[in-house]
């Protein structure tokens, strides 16, 4: 199996300790692109495989675009493309420009949120190669399973079996990524 075609290995375990001592192991021989999977959250995993949130910086982004926008198109329309004097105000008034900046926002925010969130997950994905594999049903009943993914630079297939192999596991298989 060549490397493009391999999404990883992965190391099934039936004990929640030694599924974070494997990830310690991993992340002290180089490893960063691998995924653990547990019935249930266990702490010391997210210390061991941070992760990085996009996700509140796409809706801050999506919020002032949306402002922006608001800001932009009121302005426009009222100061330059159809200015009308409405009992003496100035054609720029901007308190009168704060609901609609506001509900812009929020939509723009709203959507930016949908949007990100499905790019983040990796949608659309029909798929996820792991649930291809009849040994990894185990994980929602009580097992444990750690995943060093191929396309982490540090991959060698024989280097990465072989370290897992080495911390106790109940198996270790190699998934294909179709």
């Known amino acids: 199996m060549t490397a493009s075609e391999l999404y990883g290995v992965v190391a099934s375990f039936d004990d929640p300790e030694k599924l974070v001592n494997a990830a310690k192991a991993a992340r002290e021989h180089g490893y960063r692109r691998m995924e653990a999977y547990s019935p ?36 426009y329309i009222a100061a330059k493309d159809f200015p009308t004097n409405i009992g003496g105000r100035p054609l720029y008034s901007w308190p009168a420009f704060i609901p609609i900046l506001f509900e812009l926002a929020v939509l723009f925010a709203a959507c930016a949120a949908f949007f ?26 009580g097992r444990f ?9 540090a991959f060698r297939v024989a280097n990465v079996t072989e370290l897992l192999e080495s911390l106790d596991p109940v198996e270790v298989w190699e998934v294909e990524n179709s």
Not at 145 to 153: T, V
């Open 40 to 75: 249930y959250p266990i702490a010391e995993l997210s210390e061991i495989i941070p992760r990085i949130n996009l996700l509140p910086a796409i809706v801050l982004l999506g919020g002032l675009t949306g402002a922006a926008t608001a800001w932009i198109m009121q302005y």
């Open 116 to 141: 990100g969130m499905l790019v983040l997950c990796g949608f659309p994905r029909p798929h996820f190669p792991l649930f291809n594999s009849p040994r990894f049903a185990g994980v929602s009943s």
């Open 145 to 153: 399973y750690l995943c060093i993914e191929a396309r982490d630079s």
